[in-house]
């Protein structure tokens, strides 16, 4: 599987857009980016994916840069609820080892 | 309806003991996972099972003992349990990504093994 890298943590207040940026310049042409976060110490939850087109559904948009090394996960709307580790990761989406980062820690702040 | 649950949530449990932990799911998809998440938060994959038959062992110790008996279950059994088993183990779910599923990981709530 690629790598990718993301920032330790962010914040983010109460009704405005969280943009959350990940690196993966490994990328492999089969590769998809999916996007989970973990509230608290729940089970991750799946986001988004995405392969070369941005995406939105009704949780977050994903926006994938041309070359496909980089791409960018928007709440538009950030609320408390909101706060989480968000996790990047690059996979074809078959039954390869699917490796978890570190992720970015959301804070969203009242 | 849970579509992918752990059984117990919660285990306490003294060194050199075996301990199980069940996960089932209702999601019709032929491939489970368990994970480790330890104190540091990192989530590792440790198995890995597409229709009852091992496709992903990690380095794992072999007190750790995965079993499957038909696709919808996946098991975990651990001998001899140490204080560095302490952590919380998700077990997954996922379906090939085509047309119709998105490949995504379902994740169960987690069950949280301490080893005393």
């Known amino acids: 599987d690629a790598k990718t890298t993301q920032p330790t943590s962010m914040d983010c207040a109460e009704g405005r857009a969280a943009n959350l940026p990940c690196n993966h310049s490994?990328?492999?042409?089969?590769?998809?980016v999916y996007w989970y976060r973990q509230i608290h110490s729940q089970g991750p939850q799946y986001i988004i994916h995405?392969?070369?087109n941005n995406e939105t559904n009704e949780m977050a948009s994903l926006i994938i840069t041309e070359d496909r090394k980089s791409s960018t996960l928007i709440l538009p709307h950030a609320t408390l609820r909101d706060t989480a580790v968000y996790y990047c990761?690059?996979?074809?989406?078959?039954?390869?080892?699917?490796?978890f980062g570190t992720g970015t820690k959301l804070q969203v702040i009242p | 309806d849970t579509a992918v649950s752990q059984t117990p949530k919660y285990l306490v449990t003294q060194m050199g003991n075996d301990k199980s932990i069940k996960c089932e799911q209702n999601?019709?998809?032929?491939?489970m996972y368990w994970y480790k998440q330890d104190s540091k938060k990192f989530l590792k994959i440790m198995f890995s099972?597409?229709?009852?038959?091992?496709?992903i062992n990690e380095t794992v110790p072999n007190r750790f003992s995965p079993k499957s008996p038909d696709k919808a279950h996946l098991n975990l059994h651990i001998n001899s349990l140490e204080l560095g088993d302490s952590a919380v183990y998700f077990c997954?779910?996922?379906?090939?990504?085509?047309?119709?599923?998105?490949?995504?990981?379902?994740f169960g709530e987690g069950s949280r093994l301490t080893v005393l």
């Open positions: 997954a779910s996922s379906q090939y990504r085509d047309r119709a599923n998105t490949g995504e990981l379902f």
């Open positions: 490994t990328i492999s042409g089969n590769e998809y």
């Open positions: 995405g392969l070369k």
């Open positions: 990761i690059v996979n074809p989406g078959g039954y390869q080892k699917v490796t």
């Open positions: 999601l019709g998809h032929d491939t």
């Open positions: 099972y597409n229709n009852k038959e091992l496709i």
